[in-house]
């Protein structure tokens, strides 16, 4: 079952913060973050392995409820440069080789 | 440089013509896996890899048919291609633990 992503689509002013939400039906082992720009290749932002750990990548982290099977990941004072679409992908068990994606947050950051 | 390199990016081909969509990684990531792309529906795989010879299904399997005869290597064939399959496909690798992936660059095919 694929995460539920939320919201679908998000607009922002450079300088203002996010919040981009990812829940599971499933139990999780552990979640990745994903920004997809147009036209390109999804890129690796980080992973957050049970425990209800936060990271943090510049002035992007995340953290993880393992007990509420969700997600989510900050964006702050956010730039031009964050536009692009967030995928949160999801493991359900100590496999860490399937990875289930879901359908992806659009986030664009106006001047 | 670190890379998953795919070819082609671009491909229009017919319906049934059999074709191979090729994924290379030089990084000697153990874990290589498909996922195609459509609008509104995110990233779905195909299948996965976890070593050499060793290939499971991923959640849309069908139609699709992939073989890792070595490391580096781990082609997607569409044996017999339908318009249903026209998308954008990604190839990715990882190495074995809690890693991210890094994904090559897309081909997007178009079956007409």
């Known amino acids: 079952q694929q995460p539920v992503q939320s919201p679908q689509a998000v607009i922002l002013r450079e300088g203002e913060d996010a919040v981009i939400n990812c829940s599971s039906s499933?139990?999780?082992?552990?979640v990745h973050w994903y920004r997809q720009k147009h036209g390109e290749a999804p890129v690796f932002l980080m992973i957050?392995?049970?425990?209800?750990e936060q990271k943090g990548h510049d002035k992007i982290s995340a953290s993880f409820n393992e007990k509420k099977q969700q997600s989510s990941l900050y964006l702050t004072a956010s730039q031009l440069s964050y536009s692009g679409t967030y995928f949160c992908?999801?493991?359900?068990?100590?496999?860490?080789?399937?990875?289930?994606f879901g359908t992806g947050t659009k986030l664009q950051v106006i001047p | 440089e670190a890379q998953v390199t795919q070819n082609p990016r671009y491909l229009i081909t017919v319906t049934g013509k059999k074709l191979t969509v090729t994924c290379s990684q030089n990084?000697?990531?153990?874990?290589m896996s498909w996922y195609r792309q459509d609008p509104g529906l995110g990233l779905r795989q195909i299948y996965y890899s976890m070593n050499v010879e060793v290939t499971d299904k991923g959640d849309v399997p069908e139609g699709y048919k992939v073989s890792r005869k070595e490391k580096r290597n781990f082609p997607l064939i569409l044996e017999s291609p339908s318009p249903n399959q026209t998308s954008l496909y990604f190839c990715a690798s990882g190495m074995q633990g809690a890693y991210g992936y890094t994904f090559g660059s897309g081909t997007r095919l178009t079956v007409v």
């Open positions: 990084m000697n990531h153990e874990y």
């Open positions: 992908g999801t493991v359900f068990s100590g496999g860490y080789q399937k990875v289930t």
């Open positions: 499933k139990a999780l082992y552990s």
């Open positions: 957050l392995l049970k425990g209800g």
